[in-house]
């Protein structure tokens, strides 16, 4: 009986020690990054001409990918199924503009924010008169599109109650629907909502004041201290060595981009 017990405690020890510990020890196992998003959220993540994926975080992961020495592999994912997707193994880590939440940080781990965002409303061109701020629109009789799952849809119910709220499986069916002049307003981040308004000068305008404070980080499964710990390390050393700037700069700075879309 003895004998089986200390058979039966080396076995799982052996099974232990051979498994990885992290996600870190298994996507170097693998040899390959699984990234999570939901393609379409301008700057941060899109598909171009040719089908492949372009933008600030997909620029990032490709850099944290060739520091581990893998390649990364992105599982485009719809937004209000991103982070159970994330707990069932779909991919590692999502780097798919993220805001933390404390709702969202009872289900994952953030890493460190890597870039800080607020909310801003995209105007129909003919009520940009009567709508100078967030609270001209906490009244019914305006109507404002959000992306469903969004922190712009929990900002609208927190924020602007008594406006009518249309949800919207997609942004760019959200933003549709105030070019259309079917809605009032779009509630989204500035980084979209600038390059959106930019695209459609003659139609909408942009409150470019954000009303929420938002910072966006990397989301990993729950207790993985090794892995957070690399990321935020990650993160300090190409803030420090210029690497961030770089980056931010083609995709914040420059419109240049803007050529490779559809």
Same mark, same amino acid.
């Given at each position: 009986m003895i004998k089986k017990l200390i058979l039966s405690t080396l076995l799982l020890c052996g099974l232990a020690n051979a498994a990885p510990s992290s996600t870190l020890d298994a996507v170097l196992e693998r040899g390959v990054l699984r990234v999570g998003f939901d393609a379409g959220y301008q700057p941060f993540e899109m598909t171009n001409k040719q089908g492949q994926y372009i933008g600030f975080d997909v620029?990032? *992961?490709?850099?944290?990918? %060739? /520091?581990?020495?893998?390649?990364?592999?992105?599982?485009?994912?719809?937004?209000?199924?991103?982070?159970?997707?994330?707990?069932?193994?779909?991919?590692?880590?999502?780097?798919?503009?993220?805001?933390?939440?404390?709702? =969202?940080?009872? =289900?994952?781990?953030?890493?460190?924010?890597?870039?800080?965002?607020?909310?801003?409303?995209?105007?129909?061109?003919?009520?940009?008169? /009567?709508?100078?701020?967030?609270?001209?629109?906490?009244?019914? %009789?305006?109507?404002?599109?959000?992306?469903?799952?969004?922190?712009?849809?929990?900002?609208?119910? =927190?924020?602007?109650?008594?406006?009518?709220?249309?949800?919207? /499986?997609?942004?760019?069916?959200?933003?549709?629907?105030?070019?259309?002049? %079917?809605?009032? *307003?779009?509630?989204?981040?500035?980084?979209?909502?600038?390059?959106?308004?930019?695209?459609?000068?003659?139609?909408?305008?942009?409150?470019?004041k954000p009303f929420t404070f938002e910072p966006l980080a990397w989301a990993i499964r729950k207790g993985d201290q090794d892995t957070l710990n690399w990321f935020n390390n990650y993160l300090r050393q190409i803030k420090g060595d210029g690497s961030y700037d770089r980056l931010y700069k083609k995709w914040f700075e420059s419109t240049a981009w803007l050529d490779q879309l559809k």
């Amino acid at each position: 009986m003895i004998k089986k017990l200390i058979l039966s405690t080396l076995l799982l020890c052996g099974l232990a020690n051979a498994a990885p510990s992290s996600t870190l020890d298994a996507v170097l196992e693998r040899g390959v990054l699984r990234v999570g998003f939901d393609a379409g959220y301008q700057p941060f993540e899109m598909t171009n001409k040719q089908g492949q994926y372009i933008g600030f975080d997909v620029d990032l *992961a490709k850099m944290v990918a %060739k /520091e581990m020495g893998v390649k990364v592999e992105f599982v485009n994912t719809a937004w209000d199924g991103i982070i159970p997707a994330l707990l069932t193994d779909k991919f590692d880590v999502i780097m798919g503009g993220m805001t933390v939440t404390p709702q =969202r940080n009872l =289900r994952v781990n953030f890493a460190d924010p890597y870039i800080v965002v607020g909310q801003t409303i995209v105007v129909r061109k003919d009520k940009a008169g /009567e709508i100078k701020s967030f609270t001209d629109l906490n009244d019914p %009789k305006y109507k404002i599109a959000v992306k469903l799952g969004t922190t712009g849809e929990q900002a609208v119910k =927190r924020l602007i109650p008594k406006a009518t709220l249309l949800q919207f /499986e997609t942004q760019d069916d959200a933003k549709l629907e105030v070019i259309n002049g %079917k809605v009032d *307003a779009f509630v989204y981040d500035l980084p979209y909502n600038a390059i959106f308004a930019t695209q459609n000068k003659g139609a909408v305008v942009h409150l470019d004041k954000p009303f929420t404070f938002e910072p966006l980080a990397w989301a990993i499964r729950k207790g993985d201290q090794d892995t957070l710990n690399w990321f935020n390390n990650y993160l300090r050393q190409i803030k420090g060595d210029g690497s961030y700037d770089r980056l931010y700069k083609k995709w914040f700075e420059s419109t240049a981009w803007l050529d490779q879309l559809k």
